[in-house]
Each structure stands twice: as structure tokens, then as C-alpha cells.
């Protein structure tokens, strides 16, 4: 069983739901609680979540651990480790790694690779959730919860997008403007399973970008995500005339030494509703992108 309590430190009574609640409990999360949980406590003795809780006064939810999948397979390839608690664990994703098990691979995607190193430290729960998912060729941080409570919690950030994540990307062409806004909506091009296009009945979506360095024939830009729509930095960008080097699906250059898009997560930044803390980490731009950049190394703040 895993605990996690809180306490609640301002003055005056509130109703634990509500309590909860502000610590980001969805109301699926409550569904899980009373359907799997173990006992609600608060100061260690059962309650239910109509009882008070007050100033100095400490709740505890108690979860089972998930039983692992067997159809999702460890693998014992590497993965880098950026960071790791009881909670939640950040990794470094290179690119050519597909985030979770399809069709197209189910044993060596970035899931099994996790699962593997969290099977290797005697982890009870075996099953990650992806709360940021990168394309297969696109490298950079990623974060996963260790537990579906974890997950839960994180819902309302994820529909507000209250996620902060930051990319590099090497666009092709000498972009005209040093900062843009780039609001076009996208959705799925028609009979195309994969590929997606800047449409007038595709979902809302908004990109912004700051440009950090020219090199003549392309353009090194930062990229804050402000929706989490598939393919969205790559749409996007070859909607302004300007694709991704390497992006062979989207009409990118395939001969300036990248065999993948140039898109590199580099920053990722979130409220932790279990330390009441922000959370930030980056990891380093890879060198296949550093190589096509004549060796500048663009900052990771």
C-alpha cells in the first residue's frame, strides 16, 4: 500500500473533498479512492470525505499498488534518468525511442525501458504513465508518473495546460520575424492516420517562438507550447513556410545531416501537488543537432 498525506496549515474547517480537491483530487481520482483505495485517515483514524478537516490536522489516502500488465514488456535497454522520487520520474528520451507500445513496437519504446528500470530498484508499482508524450523522433525531456494516483493529480494541470514545455527546434530558411504567435488550428489530414494540417475544423491550437540564433539557409527557435496537439510544432511551422530540418513528413529539408526532425525538448516545468512545489528539469540538446549547428550550444534556461 502507498500513503499520501497532507497537511493543512491555514485556519478554518473545510470539508476533506474539497480539501483534496485543492491538491488537484479529480473527481475520478475519488472514484478510484472509494472503489480501490484502502482507508481515507485523517490523524490516522478513518473518516470519509464529508468529515472536517482543520488547521495542524493531517489526511491520508492509502492506494494499492497496480498490477502489472504482462502484455507491456520489460526491457532492459537503457534510459537516462534525470530525476526520480516516490512519485514521479523524468527521463531523457532519445530520439528514435517511441514513447508508449504500439503497433509499431511493443517491447523497446521509452514504457518498457522504464518499466524495465523500475523492475531492476523492486518498484511495487510497475505500471508508468506518460504525462508528456514526445514523437518518436523527437528527443528531450519527458515526464512519467510512477503511479496512477500521481497521474490523476495532474489532470487539471494537463486540461489547463498549466504543463510548461519548452522545445528547440532548427526550422528551415531565415525566418523574417524575431518572435511569433502562430494560432492555427489543427486536425487530422483527411484519410491519414498520421499526418496532420492546419485546417478550419481542427482543434485549437497555439505555438509561440522566440528566435535564438540564425545560420543563414535555417533558424535555431525556442518554442513554448500553449495546447498538446499531435504533431503540433511541426505543423505548425511548415504552415508559416518553414518546416523542421529533417521533418520528411512535413516537407523538410533531408540534406543538412539530420535523420530525424530537429525538435528537442529541452525544458519541462510543473506544479507538484505532492510537495506543494514547482518542479523544473532539462536535459541537453543532442549532439546530432549541435553538429548541424556548427557546435553552438543553446542555452537549457
Do not use: C
Not at 226 to 242: A, E, L, N, S
Amino acid at each position: 500500500m502507498a500513503t499520501f498525506s497532507w497537511t493543512k496549515l491555514d485556519a478554518g474547517g473545510l470539508k476533506i473533498k474539497s480539501f483534496l480537491a485543492e491538491r488537484g483530487v479529480s473527481h475520478r481520482m475519488f472514484s478510484i479512492i472509494k472503489s480501490g483505495g484502502g482507508p481515507l485517515l485523517l490523524d490516522g483514524r478513518p473518516v470519509t470525505t464529508l468529515a472536517e478537516i482543520k488547521e495542524g490536522q493531517r489526511v491520508t489516502v492509502i492506494m494499492p499498488p497496480e498490477e502489472s500488465n504482462d502484455i507491456v514488456a520489460v526491457s532492459d535497454e537503457p534510459i537516462e534518468v534525470l530525476f526520480e522520487d516516490e512519485n514521479w520520474l523524468v527521463v531523457n528520451k532519445p530520439a528514435g525511442v517511441t514513447s508508449v507500445p504500439g503497433k509499431a513496437d511493443r517491447e523497446h519504446t521509452m514504457v518498457n525501458r522504464v518499466k524495465g528500470y523500475l523492475t531492476s530498484t523492486g518498484a511495487k508499482d510497475l505500471v508508468p504513465h506518460v504525462v508528456t508524450r514526445l514523437d518518436r523522433f523527437t528527443s528531450g525531456v519527458a515526464l512519467l508518473a510512477k503511479h496512477r494516483f500521481a497521474h490523476g493529480l495532474l489532470d487539471k494541470e494537463l486540461k489547463a495546460h498549466a504543463v510548461d514545455k519548452r522545445y528547440y527546434a532548427i526550422v528551415d530558411g531565415d525566418l523574417a520575424d524575431d518572435y511569433g504567435y502562430i494560432d492555427a488550428p489543427i486536425g487530422r489530414m483527411d484519410d491519414d492516420f498520421i499526418r496532420r494540417e492546419v485546417r478550419a475544423d481542427g482543434r485549437a491550437s497555439q505555438t509561440e517562438y522566440w528566435v535564438v540564433k540564425r545560420f543563414g539557409n535555417q533558424t535555431l527557435v525556442r518554442v513554448q507550447l500553449h495546447t498538446g496537439r499531435t504533431h503540433q510544432i511541426r505543423v505548425h511551422f511548415k504552415y508559416i513556410g518553414h518546416p523542421l530540418v529533417g521533418d520528411g513528413i512535413y516537407g523538410g529539408p533531408l540534406d543538412r545531416g539530420m535523420d530525424n526532425q530537429a525538435l528537442h525538448a529541452y525544458w519541462l516545468q510543473w506544479f507538484d501537488p505532492f510537495a506543494q512545489a514547482e518542479r523544473a528539469y532539462t536535459a541537453p540538446v543532442p549532439q546530432a543537432m549541435l553538429d548541424i549547428m556548427d557546435g553552438f550550444v543553446p542555452p537549457l534556461n
